[in-house]
Nanobody, 126 residues
Framework: QVQLVESGGGLVQAGGSLRLSCSCA??????????LGWLRQAPGNEREFVAG????????YYSESVKGRFTISRDNDKSTVYLQMTSLKPEDTAVYYC?????????????????WGQGTQVTVSS
């Protein structure tokens, strides 16, 4: 079982930055057993992959829409995964979810993740 709690969302103007954090608690296993990801869902849209990071943190993956603007990282000692978001656009407005998957491979679709946080709202004004 993995419990995930996101924080750091809010309202920001276009071009601004935010850093999301996700505190992770895994019972019976170390967090390094899990691939972690950030996904988002805008009103009326399906949930979509944003970024993923391998168990060690050495490999990262991004959707084309955020590549070059967002950075995912993890600190296994602190049991936390981060999403640094820069050059934010109004179309980045969504609820952002932290998710975990017990696997060797980073997942890039929502259905591949087993554990989810409650989400944090990010709103980018124009």
């Amino acid at each position: 079982q993995v419990q995930l709690v996101e924080s750091g969302g809010g309202l920001v103007q276009a071009g601004g930055s935010l850093r999301l954090s996700c505190s992770c608690a895994a019972s019976g296993r170390t967090l390094s057993s899990f691939v972690l990801g950030w996904l988002r869902q805008a009103p009326g849209n399906e949930r979509e992959f944003v970024a993923g990071v391998s168990r060690s943190g050495d490999s990262t993956y991004y959707s084309e829409s955020v590549k070059g603007r967002f950075t995912i990282s993890r600190d296994n000692d602190k049991s936390t995964v981060y999403l640094q978001m820069t050059s934010l656009k109004p179309e980045d407005t969504a609820v952002y979810y932290c998710a975990a998957r017990q696997s060797l491979l980073v997942a890039t679709t929502p259905r591949e993740y087993n554990y989810w946080g409650q989400g944090t709202q990010v709103t980018v004004s124009s």
